[in-house]
């Protein structure tokens, strides 16, 4: 088992900054890729980026020039810095990962945590 615990969100204000963090815990042999989604009210959950072990990251369109994802392999942490944030960035961000709880194969896992709430308004 391995828990995903977010933290960061809060009120900010438009054009303005913040930093999500992200720790996993548990029975870890290896997180292949972490990421982070959200979803606003009465939308659908999606994928805000993603980043493999090795730096490698994706974003989706929408916040592509204004986030950044960032990971520490080491301490199973991955961060999500957002900056110029504009009101359609307000949503439930969670944080995910993908990776192996031992070398088995049938080992692998796919996390979720809690949810921290960013809203972005004036």
């Known amino acids: 088992q391995v828990q995903l615990v977010e933290s960061g969100g809060g009120l900010v204000q438009p054009g303005g900054s913040l930093i999500l963090s992200c720790a996993a815990s548990?029975?870890?042999?290896?997180?292949?890729?972490m990421g982070w989604y959200r979803q606003a009210p009465g939308k659908e959950r999606e994928l805000v980026a993603v980043?493999?072990?090795?730096?490698?990251?994706n974003y989706a369109d929408s916040v592509k020039g204004r986030f950044t994802i960032s990971r520490d392999n080491a301490k199973n942490l991955v961060y999500l810095r957002m900056n110029s944030l504009k009101p359609l960035d307000t949503a439930v961000y969670y944080c995910?990962?993908?990776?192996?709880?031992?070398?088995?194969?049938?080992?692998?896992?796919?996390?979720w945590g809690q949810g921290t709430q960013v809203t972005v308004s004036s």
């Open positions: 980043i493999n072990s090795g730096g490698s990251a």
């Open positions: 995910n990962a993908l990776g192996s709880s031992s070398s088995r194969s049938s080992g692998r896992f796919d996390s």
């Open positions: 548990g029975t870890i042999f290896s997180i292949d890729v």
